[in-house]
């Protein structure tokens, strides 16, 4: 990978983890993000599957993703609380 690219890849999970930290839906503090050859890999837990689109719609939105690969697995607050 080329200095240049990096720099890039490293803006662009910048500028990703900024947008996700500013909506309102999404609760960033539990995604980790990615970048390399701008494909973002996003992973983690969200509480549903409409955190999980909605943040694969953030970050697809962000100049210079190529695409997002969504890892992010959906565990129900209720179960996250109770353990099971």
Do not use: C, W
């Not at 990978?1 to 910048?14: E, G, H, K, V």
């Not at 955190?51 to 890892?71: F, P, T």
Request: proline fraction near 1%; glycine fraction near 4%.
């Amino acid at each position: 990978m080329s200095p240049n690219l990096a720099a890039d890849d490293a803006d662009i999970a910048d500028a990703v983890e900024a947008a996700l930290k500013s909506d309102k839906v999404v609760r960033y503090e539990d995604i980790r993000v990615e970048t390399a050859s701008g494909i973002v890999t996003l992973s983690g837990v969200v509480s549903s599957a409409f955190q999980s689109i909605r943040a694969q719609q953030i970050a697809s939105a962000v100049e210079g993703v190529k695409s997002v690969n969504n890892h992010l697995t959906i565990i129900a607050l209720s179960s996250a609380i109770s353990g099971k």
